[in-house]
């Protein structure tokens, strides 16, 4: 059935796009994306060895080559972290490094042509296999529902849950209008998790069907293969951009929100 839905586009994009699902529970009323829950986690694993790579020879003198790019890439980081949060906290910049150095390495991903990476798992027998666990919302609205849950601990741990409870039914507007209030706060509350998630999944998500659609010019003969090649170039270039800006973004954003809930109002 897969073979014979590659051979048009809408089948072949499909094919791409389609998830390796794993069903858990009566009826499968909870579905596991496998591909990408084991490629975040590998790529995570990398991140850590990526990280000791660099720390393992770390000397005070002259760095080596690894080293003093990872030096360059925290203290930006860090430079970044410390702009945007005017809070004391020292989690702030391990969480801005995890999420931009993690989302950059899936991200990534992107820049592998699909059948690179599907075509091996299918003489295994892994006939579906999603390659960029970021074009998975499942996996962006995962990583936004951990900023949030770090929201609420950064709001609670300055402000107390009293604190917490009382601007929510107090702020903007005052105590005498305590139901706006807090519809307003909890419109405002939910919608930043749900905009980082949908924005990251949204670019990466529409730049896989852009590389999908660019790759099945190479089946339309000599000059479909040309054309391909040229777009496709173009379009990685492109991306070479657009790869580390979305994850900057998602950190930042990330970061100013933490910075944010711990603001008394």
Not at 114 to 125: M, N, Q, R, S, T
Not at 156 to 161: F, H, N, P
């Amino acid at each position: 059935m897969a073979g014979e839905a590659e051979l048009t586009p809408t089948g072949y994009i499909q094919h791409h796009l389609q998830n390796l699902t794993f069903k858990v529970g009566e009826g499968g009323f909870w579905t596991l994306h496998l591909d990408t829950l084991i490629t975040a986690v590998l790529l995570g694993l990398v991140m850590v060895f990526l990280f000791w790579l660099a720390t393992r020879k770390a000397t005070a003198g002259v760095p080596g080559k690894w080293q003093a790019f990872v030096e360059i890439v925290l203290e930006f980081i860090d430079k970044q972290a410390k702009d945007a949060y005017h809070g004391s906290s020292k989690l702030v910049t391990p969480i801005a490094i995890t999420l931009f150095c993690w989302i950059l390495l899936m991200n990534g991903l992107k820049l592998v042509p699909a059948d690179f990476i599907a075509k091996p798992l299918e003489w295994v027998g892994v006939h579906y296999w999603k390659p960029v666990p970021t074009a998975d919302v499942n996996a962006t609205l995962g990583m936004s529902i951990s900023v949030f849950f770090l929201m609420i601990f950064f709001a609670l741990r300055a402000k107390g849950l009293g604190g917490f409870i009382h601007e929510l039914f107090t702020a903007p507007f005052g105590k005498w209008m305590f139901p706006a209030n807090l519809l307003l706060n909890f419109v405002e509350l939910l919608s930043k998790p749900v905009s980082l998630a949908m924005r990251l999944f949204g670019n990466m998500y529409g730049g896989e069907i852009v590389f999908l659609l660019i790759w099945m010019l190479g089946g339309a003969g000599i000059f479909g293969a040309l054309a391909g090649g040229a777009f496709g170039l173009g379009w990685m270039l492109f991306h070479l951009l657009v790869i580390p800006l979305q994850a900057f973004i998602f950190m930042m954003l990330s970061i100013v929100y933490l910075s944010l809930m711990e603001e008394h109002h």
